[in-house]
């Protein structure tokens, strides 16, 4: 009953069994927490506190260690990043983690015979045979490390299994549109965020104009809004669009995302009014272009056009990930291999249980790239990968006992 609110203990007991190791490498861009740790300070978190924790750790214990007076079950984004880099150094797991790193190759070491254009006529044990001299050696992982200095020293490591866990963070959308790329539009919160500590923004009388009608285009409205700069908000929805995630989430939890949506429905634009002193709402609106004086230009659904003159613009309509390191981009693994990965509309195409791609044997997927966005779901996905490894793991060892010799 955790998605009700409630808080009972645990049902899960975990207990560390060390001769069920799998090794395992973990290789990423920044320290582990990846994403939490360049997300905007004074956020609070979409999830309970308790629902980030990982097994053997609980959240609560930790956070009370840092600060006395725990307010509510939401906390800062810095927390959870401070949270899950201690994680990794309580469980003793530093040792596999790899930091700076950037992957630029994930490509398989043999081909199968039906990729190699010759017909079916190898016997599928010759085949196993042939597979099991590489089954070690399934994966060739190419990249480089960053090091203090900046310099970039490659690497090259051998896997049998990989799993792909990057979220989908990496490339903010784009609208598309003429001008997007002048230096006053942003595509990030953390963006948007610096030019506001550094003072840009300060004591502009133009607005700022904010894209997009989920919780990060909400939180662009909040952060403008607690530091007096004038907002437009733009977004295609109409404000009663039942699909909109403002209705997804009880007022009583989330009262600023509810203050943003009550806004959205009660501030909009309307020709007799012109433009609101704090906020103004264009619901079933889209920009059609940008220009270097700083104006953009808006059309409504009728097709009637606006013109407006901002300090800046922050576009926040969703992202990316960034598989540019596999064939097609990852895009053969997805549900619709003729589109790029997104979370919503075209996750990685997984086994239900084991995780694994099903169009990719030994590649697993987790996380934001199968649709399970929040930590909570992201848990059972770790399962599930892990229970994989560990059956093949017994079955293998079972073989080599079995066969006498070297087995594989």
């Not at 599930?384 to 017994?394: E, M, N, S």
């Amino acid at each position: 009953d955790a998605d009700f609110g409630y808080d009972y203990p645990s049902v899960l007991h975990w207990k560390l069994e060390q001769h069920h190791y799998i090794p395992h490498l973990v290789l990423g861009k920044g320290p582990p927490g990846g994403a939490w740790h360049n997300m905007e300070g004074s956020m609070l978190t979409i999830s309970f506190g308790n629902w980030m924790e990982l097994p053997g750790l609980k959240f609560k214990d930790w956070v009370s260690s840092k600060r006395r007076n725990l307010k509510g079950d939401r906390v800062m984004p810095e927390e959870i990043a401070r949270y899950y880099k201690h994680y990794v150094k309580v469980m003793g797991l530093q040792k596999n983690f790899r930091e700076n790193t950037y992957i630029t190759s994930v490509s398989r070491l043999y081909r199968d015979h039906q990729d190699d254009g010759q017909d079916g006529s190898i016997s599928t044990q010759h085949l196993q045979i042939e597979k099991s001299k590489f089954v070690k050696r399934n994966w060739e992982i190419r990249g480089y490390q960053r090091i203090a200095d900046g310099s970039h020293v490659p690497f090259c490591l051998f896997a049998e299994n990989v799993a792909l866990a990057t979220g989908t963070l990496d490339s903010p959308a784009h609208l598309e549109i003429e001008g997007e790329d002048f230096p006053f539009v942003f595509h990030s919160m953390p963006e948007f965020g610096a030019a506001i500590s550094k003072g840009k923004l300060r004591g502009k009388v133009d607005p700022v104009l904010i894209v997009g009608s989920g919780l990060t285009a909400a939180d662009a409205v909040l952060c403008a809004y607690n530091n007096n700069i004038p907002v437009i908000h733009v977004f295609r929805r109409r404000v009663t669009d039942p699909g909109l995630i403002f209705k997804q989430l009880p007022k009583k939890l989330y009262p600023e995302y509810h203050k943003v949506y009550h806004m959205m429905c009660t501030q909009s634009y309307s020709v007799d009014s012109s433009l609101l002193s704090d906020y103004t709402s264009f619901p079933e609106h889209h920009v059609l272009s940008f220009k270097s004086d700083m104006k953009c230009i808006l059309q409504s659904l009728s097709g009637l056009k606006k013109i407006f003159k901002l300090s800046a613009a922050v576009v926040l309509i969703g992202s990316h990930p960034n598989l540019s390191f596999l064939k097609e981009q990852g895009c053969y693994l997805g549900h619709n291999s003729s589109q790029p990965i997104t979370c919503k509309n075209n996750p990685v195409e997984i086994d239900a249980y084991t995780y694994e791609c099903v169009k990719e044997a030994n590649l697993f997927a987790l996380g934001p790239l199968v649709g399970d966005n929040f930590v909570r779901f992201l848990k059972g996905g770790a399962l599930g990968v892990t229970r994989c490894l560990a059956t093949r793991q017994k079955k293998k060892h079972l073989f080599v006992e079995r066969g006498g010799g070297d087995g594989i």
